[in-house]
């Protein structure tokens, strides 16, 4: 292996070969501290050719490789397996902007950028790049990419497969693909962009993209609706869309449990209303006119929902910072569950029509099955997608965490939906997949697994079984 590490340090510097533990450990840790993995050393190439030359590398030797943007993924992905065989080859060095075309609306950036650079340089230039993600001042553009990023923006502009338009990455024995193309129509053969998007880095290693920008909105609100029941915010989101179309470019979904966490670990963040509502839904409104143009447009969707008898109360942001306080509470959701501790997550997608009966029937079993659970139910319902996460009154151990996640992907497969909607499969869903996905699709992916990466060294062992010992 020393001649292995030898020929990285010649390749990229030896500066930029970590292997000594203590800078090795955050490579190697998962975000909520679950698992901690092993590895040879920690690789940070600055350009596509010193990628394309470690990769090499890892083939000729057989050395399997991670790669990591921010590591602040959710599936156990970007991190490697208890082994020590494998290195992390981490992006964050390869963060240039490469170009800026206002007139495509498209940039060009490499893999390593962080997501809130990426969004403050196309301000920069008067556009959005509407990717919006609580993690967006650690995450990387590839790792965006590699996970199919969603986020709270999906509603109106799509996952990050809807903002990438190329992509180019360095396959499996070290080849360069340039497919850095700024086209909106380009039907040339398969979507080899398509299929790397959400690939979790087990077929290629991406390291640069043409993102797509749109313009900025001349006015956004956001406003904070408190509602009875997820019936009733499934009608509040049709009422929503039906009124304001492409405008509403937001939906997110908050128990009445999942803001008392946030009001226990983040106490400054507290929810505008005195009294407290089963549910609350954060609307954003995103008009290109003007201001009056959409407080008129809120006005009057306030009082349909009125009239209606769906809306309890309402908190309209008057301000940008008052908007960021709303916004704050849905996104430190995830963070005051993790201070909390203890929790079964689960990030599934449903038809929309279906979630009020899967949140009804599955709370019920959970409720009779394990008595004192609590459940902290929120996420971005205008996209089907839910964050369902259990707290058993019982400690956790891996057997109740087996059966509770089995019981809640059983009741999601029962309405037609998915088991992992945004965060990927990693490492944690590998079985899931095999248990719900059927079998001539799993055939599918692992055919093309083993055209692309015969000698399975990128990121082997996540979302399929690694065949070897
Ligand atoms: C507080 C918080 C909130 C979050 N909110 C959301 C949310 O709303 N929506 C959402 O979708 N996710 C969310 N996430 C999850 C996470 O931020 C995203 O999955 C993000 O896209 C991961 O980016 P990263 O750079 O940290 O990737 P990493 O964690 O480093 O890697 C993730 C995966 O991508 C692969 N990968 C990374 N870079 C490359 C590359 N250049 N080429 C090939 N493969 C690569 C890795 O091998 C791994 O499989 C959240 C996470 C946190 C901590």
């Known amino acids: 292996m020393s001649d292995f590490l030898g020929h990285c340090r010649d390749a990229i510097g030896a500066a ?10 955050p490579h190697v840790a998962d975000w909520r501290g679950r698992k901690n993995g092993k590895a040879l050393a920690v690789l940070k190439p600055a ?16 050395v399997p490789l991670v790669p990591q943007g921010g590591n602040t993924g959710l599936a156990l992905g970007g991190i490697p397996d208890e082994r020590g065989n494998a290195i992390v080859l981490s992006l964050t060095r390869m963060n240039r902007i490469r170009g800026v075309d206002p007139f495509n609306n498209t940039m060009v950036v490499e893999a390593g950028c962080i997501l809130e650079t990426v969004r403050a340089a196309a301000a920069s230039g008067g556009r959005l790049f509407p990717l919006s993600i609580g993690s967006r001042g650690s995450c990387t553009i590839g790792g965006n990419l ?3 990023a969603g986020g709270t923006a999906v509603l109106q502009y799509g996952s990050m497969r809807n903002l990438c338009l190329g992509i180019e990455a360095v396959t499996a024995d070290g080849e ?15 979507d080899l962009r398509d299929l790397l998007i959400g690939s979790e880095g087990t077929l290629a290693v991406i390291t640069a993209a043409v993102l797509k920008l749109v313009p900025i909105p001349a006015s956004k609100r956001t ?5 009875r029941s997820v019936e009733d915010a499934v009608h509040l989101l049709e009422l929503c869309q039906r009124r304001c179309g492409a405008m509403l470019t937001g939906f997110e979904l908050m128990s009445s449990y999942a803001l008392d966490l946030v009001a226990r670990h983040f106490p400054a963040m507290r929810s505008p209303f005195n009294r407290k509502h089963p549910y609350c839904a954060l609307l954003e409104l995103s008009d290109p006119e003007s201001d009056q143009h959409a407080s008129a447009l809120l006005e009057s969707l306030a009082s349909a929902a009125t009239e209606l008898g769906l809306l309890l109360d309402a908190a309209v942001a008057s301000s940008e910072q008052q908007s960021g306080a709303l916004w704050a509470l849905r996104e430190h959701i995830p963070l005051a569950q993790a201070a909390e501790g203890g929790n079964i997550k689960h990030d599934i997608a449903l038809p929309i029509s279906h979630i009020p009966g899967f949140v009804q029937a599955t709370n019920q079993t959970l409720e009779e099955t394990y008595p004192g659970c609590r459940i902290v139910c929120y996420g971005h319902l205008g996209d089907g997608n839910l964050h369902y996460n259990v707290m058993p009154a019982e400690p956790i151990n891996p057997a109740i965490e087996e059966t509770i996640s089995r019981l809640v992907h059983d009741g999601v497969a029962r309405f037609n939906g998915s088991f992992s909607a945004e965060h990927g499969i990693g490492a944690m869903k590998v079985e899931e997949l095999c248990a719900y996905r059927p079998a001539v699709e799993l055939s599918m992916m692992r055919k093309i697994k083993q055209a692309l990466d015969p000698q399975n060294i990128l990121n082997p062992g996540k979302i399929l079984t690694d065949p070897r010992p």
């Open 176 to 190: 360069i693909w340039d497919g850095l193309r700024a086209l909106r129509k380009d039907n040339t053969g398969y």
């Open 47 to 62: 350009s596509t050719s010193e990628v394309a030359q470690i990769v090499r590398l890892c083939a000729r030797f057989e």
């Open 223 to 227: 406003v904070l609706m408190a509602l």
């Open 146 to 148: 590699a996970t199919n």
């Open 16 to 25: 930029n070969v970590v292997s000594a533990s203590a800078e090795i450990a």
